[in-house]
Structures are given as C-alpha cells and as structure tokens.
C-alpha cells in the first residue's frame, strides 16, 4: 500500500479510527521519504515498514482518513545511512506530476502539520509545554488553558492583463529559471483587494484596475492559502523591485517564458490567459 492512486478519498480528523489499518509520511528536515516502485512514486508506509530503518520519531501527528486508513505523519530525529537504495528524502515539489496533484497536496497537508506542530510544542503564553487537544486539530496548555490552531497565512495572487499581454515575473527566491505571476502576503488590517493594489505597486511600480476573485488555493510549503485574483493594467511603468524580483515584462501567449506547472494556482490563473481569459 501507499501508492496514491484514484480513487482518493480523505477526510480530516482529530481521532483515529480504532480498527483500521495505519499509514504513515515520513519526514526527515522537511523532506519526505519516498519509494520508487517500478518507477513510481511511494509516498505512504506501514509503521513496520518504515520503522526497518530503526530511526528515532521525535513528533507524530494525525491528520485524518485516507481510502479507509488512519493517515499520520511523523519526523525523523536523523536519517538512516542504511535505507534501501530505492528509498530516498526528497523535496515534495520533486513529486509534481509524478502523482496525482492531489496526491502531492496531501504531502504538504502532512508538511504543514508537522511545521506548524513543530512550533508550538510550547504555549506561547505561558511556556508550558503544550498536548493535543482530543476534540479537535489544535494544541492545548494545559496550564494557563490557551489554545492553538495550525497557523495558516493569507496570500495573494494575481494575474496581471494588457490586452494581449500578461505580466510575469521571476522572483529571487526561485530555484529555477522560470517566470510567474505576483504574489505577496496580506497585512494586517487590509483587504485583499488592497494587498492586491499593494503588492504590485511594490514590486513592478504600476496601478491596476477591475480586481477580480479568481479562486483559492491552500498552499502548504510550508503554511500558505493563496488567494487568486486577475486584474487589468491601468497605468505606470514597470519598475522592477531588486529586493523581491530579478525581472519582469509583458508576455504574449506566441512568447511565454517557463512557467510554473498547472497543479499551483499561479500555473491555473496563467493558463486561463493562455485560454482567452475564459
């Protein structure tokens, strides 16, 4: 088992399900553990199996049912030096378009939860150390009584139109050589439509106009939800920020640079540009 295939079914949680058979991600430093089985992808495993590699856990977290199996994630103190030669700790983008998309999703449910649990083993109150909460996906003190839920992070996305044109950019924090759409985090006290105006003035220096929901996106690498808007040009000049962008410009769809593959929300609003806008 473990091979994430259709049909898939999951269903969030606070309590296993006595009885049913357990699965497991693996984590080691923020990459998962991953068995390649006649060239595909495993990304699930029983406790037998993964505790062959005889590895300390130093945190595990349920996170629900998936196709009538309890689904846990757990983080490795160290990784073994001695796991199978077709066993590997791999970056869970490295998994796009190797399993299905929702597949993938679910791996960075499993990373969110351990990154958000990672940090708060403590109240930060009080300091004590905190414990699960029975109920419901939260951590408790079970001093001073506070409460913790994951922490998710509101994010916007927006694809900029000219006419024919799209804006695109390429960020310094990609790894690769390719262009997508802005984005930036949401502050306190603002709209969405006025991160939107924000963000964009920040980091090209233009106006927009005709702000429009596109759709949502929960985005955990390691705790976003993104947000996706489109938008139309309305004035100025592209005035690149050197802190967040190495290059920006308009794009046609005869011309498009790389850009980010269909299973992120950037890689859906440009497609709906390469699709007429429809």
């Not at 130093?58 to 077709?86: D, K, M, R, T």
């Given at each position: 088992m473990g091979i994430l295939t259709s049909p898939f079914s999951f269903t969030p949680g606070a309590n296993p399900t006595v009885g049913l058979p357990d699965l497991y991600f693996?984590?080691?430093?923020?990459?998962?553990?991953?068995?390649?089985?006649?060239?595909?992808?495993?990304?699930?495993?029983?406790?037998?199996?993964?505790?062959?590699?005889?590895?300390?856990?130093?945190?595990?977290?349920?996170?629900?049912?998936?196709?009538?199996?309890?689904?846990?994630?757990?983080?490795?103190?160290?990784?073994?030096?001695?796991?199978?030669?077709?066993?590997?700790?791999?970056?869970?983008?490295?998994?796009?378009?190797?399993?299905?998309?929702?597949?993938?999703?679910?791996?960075?449910?499993?990373?969110?939860?351990?990154?958000?649990?990672?940090?708060?083993?403590?109240?930060?109150?009080?300091?004590?150390?905190?414990?699960?909460?029975?109920?419901?996906?939260?951590?408790?003190?079970?001093?001073?009584?506070?409460?913790?839920?994951?922490?998710?992070?509101?994010?916007?996305?927006?694809?900029?139109?000219?006419?024919?044109?799209?804006?695109?950019?390429?960020?310094?924090?990609?790894?690769?050589?390719f262009y997508s759409v802005l984005a930036g985090f949401v502050e306190m006290g603002e709209t969405l439509e006025e991160c939107v105006a924000r963000e964009v003035m920040e980091e090209v220096g233009i106006k927009v106009k005709n702000v429009k929901y596109f759709g949502s996106q929960p985005w955990p690498f390691p705790n976003s939800l993104m947000l996706g808007f489109t938008a139309e040009y309305a004035s100025g000049e592209i005035k690149v920020d050197p802190v967040e962008l190495t290059d920006a410009d308009w794009y046609t769809p005869e011309n498009m640079p790389p850009v980010p593959p269909p299973i992120s929300i950037a890689g859906k609003l440009i497609q709906w540009f390469l699709d007429g806008k429809k």
């Open positions: 693996v984590f080691f430093q923020g990459k998962l553990l991953v068995e390649e089985v006649k060239k595909q992808p495993r990304v699930l495993f029983s406790r037998d199996k993964f505790e062959k590699i005889k590895q300390e856990i130093i945190n595990e977290e349920y996170l629900g049912l998936l196709n009538e199996s309890n689904c846990y994630v757990v983080e490795l103190h160290e990784a073994s030096e001695e796991i199978p030669s077709n066993w590997a700790f791999l970056p869970i983008r490295e998994l796009f378009g190797k399993i299905p998309d929702e597949s993938a999703l679910l791996c960075g449910r499993a990373n969110h939860m351990l990154f958000w649990a990672g940090r708060h083993k403590f109240c930060g109150k009080c300091g004590t150390r905190t414990r699960r909460k029975e109920d419901e996906v939260a951590k408790e003190c079970p001093k001073c009584g506070s409460v913790h839920y994951p922490s998710i992070y509101p994010a916007i996305i927006v694809a900029i139109t000219r006419g024919n044109q799209i804006l695109l950019a390429h960020a310094n924090r990609f790894n690769r050589r």
